[in-house]
């Protein structure tokens, strides 16, 4: 999956990616003349998709692909980066992901949001979230729709490419025009980023997208301001995902909506073959 295998991801712009912004200078010698260019947004794929972040990320150009036909973006702390403390910071420090898919019929991701919750509990999804293609690594801990937008958080216990992150993800899909951007947030292994900081991070990502491609009608559903709209019939527990999702502090976890639970063969018999039918997995995992 790409979002997980960028060969060109840098250790040096990895480590420096949150707090420690001298991790790859050597030093933190005192800095002269205007601070050194960033960028906070890219446009990628043939159809000049705008990837950008929250205030104080910026796109780095060493783990950024541009295929035409697909892109991945990363995007880190500016001011690490920039190797310069003068460049602005996220409020919560952590790494962002952009895989943008091959161009298809457009809303085809709208259309097919009730079969993804079955399918991300089955063996195939779980297969297929994970960076090593064993289900067995990956825990779907969280997942719901609002409106048009579809939210995973997952662990995942392979080994992952980009180096220094938590095994815990949030995960937003949704259609952007005729593609899918599958945008993910991914927590320092020396942050303290919680649970309800990651999503509110997700959500501002996604809102910058959105509003960078002029999808306004996707705002009210990533932006929390649409009615939550519980998952169709899946294999999906939500009583044991709040208990999983939540940080041990006794704090309540994110908003989401409750779902509920039936056999998962029941409802996995047919929605491999139905996303199979419309492209979705080759475009949402290759």
Request: glycine letters at 8%; aromatic letters at 6%.
């Given at each position: 999956?790409?979002?997980?295998?960028?060969?060109?991801?840098?250790?040096?712009?990895?480590?420096?990616?949150?707090?420690?912004?001298?991790?790859?200078?050597?030093?933190?010698?005192?800095?002269?003349?205007?601070?050194?260019?960033?960028?906070?947004?890219?446009?990628?794929?043939?159809?000049?998709?705008v990837?950008?972040?929250?205030?104080?990320?910026?796109?780095?150009?060493?783990?950024?692909?541009?295929?035409?036909?697909?892109?991945?973006?990363?995007?880190?702390?500016?001011?690490?980066?920039?190797?310069?403390?003068?460049?602005?910071?996220?409020?919560?420090?952590?790494?962002?992901?952009?895989?943008?898919?091959?161009?298809?019929?457009?809303?085809?991701?709208?259309?097919?949001?009730?079969?993804?919750?079955?399918?991300?509990?089955?063996?195939?999804?779980r297969?297929?979230?994970?960076?090593?293609?064993?289900?067995?690594?990956?825990?779907?801990?969280?997942?719901?729709?609002?409106?048009?937008?579809?939210?995973?958080?997952?662990?995942?216990?392979?080994?992952?490419?980009?180096?220094?992150?938590?095994?815990?993800?949030?995960?937003?899909?949704?259609?952007?025009?005729?593609?899918?951007a599958?945008?993910?947030?991914?927590?320092?292994?020396?942050?303290?980023?919680?649970?309800?900081?990651?999503?509110?991070?997700?959500?501002?990502?996604a809102?910058?997208?959105?509003?960078?491609?002029?999808?306004?009608?996707?705002?009210?559903?990533?932006?929390?301001?649409?009615?939550?709209?519980?998952?169709?019939?899946?294999?999906?527990?939500?009583?044991?995902?709040?208990?999983?999702?939540?940080?041990?502090?006794?704090?309540?976890?994110?908003?989401r909506?409750?779902?509920?639970?039936?056999?998962?063969?029941r409802?996995?018999?047919?929605?491999?073959?139905?996303?199979?039918?419309?492209?979705?997995?080759?475009?949402?995992?290759n």
């Amino acid at each position: 999956m790409s979002i997980w295998t960028s060969k060109s991801v840098q250790a040096c712009t990895l480590l420096g990616a949150g707090l420690f912004l001298f991790g790859c200078s050597g030093g933190g010698a005192p800095y002269a003349g205007p601070p050194p260019d960033v960028d906070t947004e890219i446009a990628v794929t043939s159809d000049r998709l705008v990837v950008t972040g929250p205030d104080g990320f910026c796109i780095d150009p060493a783990a950024t692909q541009d295929r035409g036909i697909s892109a991945f973006v990363l995007l880190g702390n500016c001011a690490a980066i920039g190797n310069s403390p003068r460049l602005p910071q996220p409020e919560h420090p952590s790494i962002l992901t952009a895989a943008i898919s091959e161009a298809g019929p457009e809303g085809s991701l709208r259309s097919n949001i009730p079969a993804m919750a079955a399918f991300f509990t089955s063996e195939q999804g779980r297969g297929l979230l994970s960076r090593d293609q064993d289900p067995n690594s990956v825990e779907i801990l969280d997942m719901f729709h609002q409106g048009d937008v579809f939210f995973l958080n997952a662990r995942d216990s392979s080994a992952s490419s980009i180096r220094s992150v938590k095994e815990d993800y949030w995960r937003v899909y949704m259609d952007v025009g005729n593609r899918i951007a599958t945008l993910s947030v991914l927590a320092l292994e020396d942050s303290n980023l919680t649970e309800a900081q990651s999503l509110e991070t997700l959500r501002a990502f996604a809102g910058q997208i959105a509003t960078a491609n002029n999808q306004t009608s996707l705002q009210p559903a990533i932006l929390a301001e649409a009615e939550p709209t519980p998952l169709p019939d899946g294999p999906y527990d939500s009583d044991q995902a709040t208990a999983q999702s939540g940080d041990g502090s006794g704090s309540s976890a994110p908003t989401r909506p409750t779902t509920r639970t039936v056999s998962p063969a029941r409802a996995a018999r047919t929605v491999v073959r139905t996303l199979d039918t419309v492209g979705l997995l080759r475009r949402l995992f290759n």
